[in-house]
Nanobody
Framework: QVLLAESGGGLVQAGGSLRLSCAAS????????LGWFRQAPGKEREFVAA????????AYADSVKGRFTISGDVAKATVYLQMNSLKPEDTAVYFC???????????????????WGQGTQVTVSS
C-alpha cells in the first residue's frame, strides 16, 4: 500500500510560481510511476505530469510543457511539481498518484493509477 500526501497548494497571481510536494510512503521499487493530475470544477480529472521513480524518464501534458517540471527526491521519498508561469486555467485541485510497482510505463490515464493523495487546491487569479 502506497500512501501519498500532497502539500504546497495555494493562491497565486497569474505569472507566478508554486511548488507542490507529494510525500510517498512504502515505495518499494524504482519501477514505480508517480504522476500529478488535476481536476477543475465540472471537468474530468486530467493528466499533468509523471515520472519514473528513481529515474529520469518523465512526461508532460501539452498544456504544461515548458512551464511545469516534475522531479523526485528518492532520499526524501518525495515527488515535486514545480509550476511556473501559472495561468488562471491552471486552477484546479492537484492530485498525486502512483501506479502499482509491476507497471513500468508512464500512463496518462487516471484509472491506471492505484494510489491517490487527498489533493491540494491551486488557485491562479488573473
Amino acid at each position: 500500500q502506497v500512501l501519498l500526501a500532497e502539500s504546497g497548494g495555494g493562491l497565486v497571481q497569474a505569472g507566478g510560481s508554486l511548488r507542490l510536494s507529494c510525500a510517498a510512503s512504502a515505495l518499494t521499487s524504482t519501477r514505480n510511476i508517480l504522476g500529478w493530475f488535476r481536476q477543475a470544477p465540472g471537468k474530468e480529472r486530467e493528466f499533468v505530469a509523471a515520472i519514473k521513480w528513481g529515474g529520469s524518464t518523465s512526461a508532460y501534458a501539452d498544456s504544461v510543457k515548458g512551464r511545469f517540471t516534475i522531479s523526485g527526491d528518492v532520499a526524501k521519498a518525495t515527488v515535486y511539481l514545480q509550476m511556473n508561469s501559472l495561468k488562471p486555467e491552471d486552477t484546479a485541485v492537484y492530485f498525486c498518484a502512483a501506479r502499482k510497482s509491476y507497471f513500468s510505463n508512464i500512463s496518462t490515464t487516471p484509472s491506471t493509477y492505484a494510489y491517490w493523495g487527498q489533493g491540494t487546491q491551486v488557485t491562479v487569479s488573473s
